[in-house]
């Protein structure tokens, strides 16, 4: 028997179609993309630092320059989203971070002096226009899957951060020893410019997608997904009252604070963890950049376990606390082993220790599951984007506070055990500090 859909398709009652799946799939991409952008400077560092002579300060200060205005644009970023939809907004953004990407190859035609500079400007565009990108990610995940499914569609495409290194730290590594490392910023560049057009051609909300049909619409509506939120973008101003209130919520708060301790780990690997293999371990630029790419594998599988099991959890009976917080605790405690590598010589033992680290890592990364489940319908993307705001201050912070500790020790040792402090507070935060994960009601008294 064959029905007509409300966007006038003729769909098989019997089957139901899995768009979200493809849904899910281009937020994957497009955050690998977004993080190998990110990175690009970490892998290019060692080569770059020579040529610009820049000391550990320096360069700490250069990889936060990202971090800054990541952070004071989550906020603008967030209301876009709820004003103009998450399609629209999402594509500006990935064009513009690309276009910026770009342009870092030529501040090597300039003098050492002036490419500093130019540097450091571009890293604070790339970092404002890749702002609204992960609270887009979460507002699209709520608005395609249901609650039993979400904790494996924010691990698919957070675990995509996993696969960015993975799939190009040894080519950007190649890049750099072969050809400079100018030509990594150019390859990154044009891959998300192009992409960006491609975005455009395939993304929609549930109500407006092409190849959905009615059956699948029906089922992610029952289990919870908010099919109407790109159609109701929001005109109001945001209330101070509502802001206020969402920053008073303790649950929220500590969710917040955890997600800095975890993101500060996240900021180590993206930006001093090659530097760390050179200059403490003695390996080269190339041999680091394919080793780099060993612990990302762990952690992108770790990501995608860590939201499998949630949702196993979830089927299985446990509480949404319980099948939220569970891969959390047990992944920030595997983090934690990172510390071991101050103690041994080998540099395979090394690798191993920052694998099993990282793969902790990407099973307890399930904060953007837990913003979808508890961000406020009427103001998603401003919710996802002060906990972005939150998590994000990390990498201001990270960078420089581990520049400062190289610097002032000569050595990576206190610099390990600040992560790994990072990952015991985030344990703690979600043990004793967010209590019931719920979605908050803005109606409602918090």
Sequence with gaps: MLET???????????????????????????TINYADRSTISIAGPALQKDLGLNAVSMGYVFSAFGWSYVVAQLPGGWLLDRFGSKMVYAAALFLWSFFTLLQGFVGFFSAGTAVVLLFILRLLVGAAEAPSFPANSRITATWFPSNERGRA??????????????FAPILGWLTHSFGWQVNFGVMGVLGMLLTLVWLKVIYGPKEHPWVNQSELEYIEKGGALVNMEQSTNNRPVKAENFKRLLKNRMLMGVYIAQYCITTLTYFFLTWFPVYLVQERGMSILKAGFVASLPAICG???????????????KK???LTSARKIPIVL?????????????????????????L??????????????????????MAGLSGGIFNTFGNIAGITTPIIIGYIVQGTGSFNGALVFVGVNALVAVICYLLVVGEIKRVELNKVI
Excluded: C, H
């Design 5 to 31: 859909s409300p966007r006038g398709v003729t769909n098989t009652e019997t089957k139901t179609t899995r768009i979200r799946w493809f849904i899910v799939f281009m937020l994957f991409i497009v955050t």
């Design 154 to 167: 924010a691990a698919i495409f957070n675990s995509a951060q996993y696969f960015a290194t993975v799939l």
């Design 300 to 314: 992108f599988v770790g990501g995608v376990l860590g939201g499998i099991f949630s949702d196993f959890l979830l």
């Design 317 to 319: 009976g446990y509480s």
């Design 331 to 355: 992944g920030m405690l595997l983090s934690m082993s990172l510390i071991i590598a101050n103690y041994v010589e080998t540099n395979w033992v090394v690798v191993a220790v920052m694998s």
């Design 357 to 378: 680290a990282f793969f902790g890592k990407g099973i307890g990364a399930l904060g953007w599951a837990v913003m979808s489940d508890t961000a406020p319908k009427e």
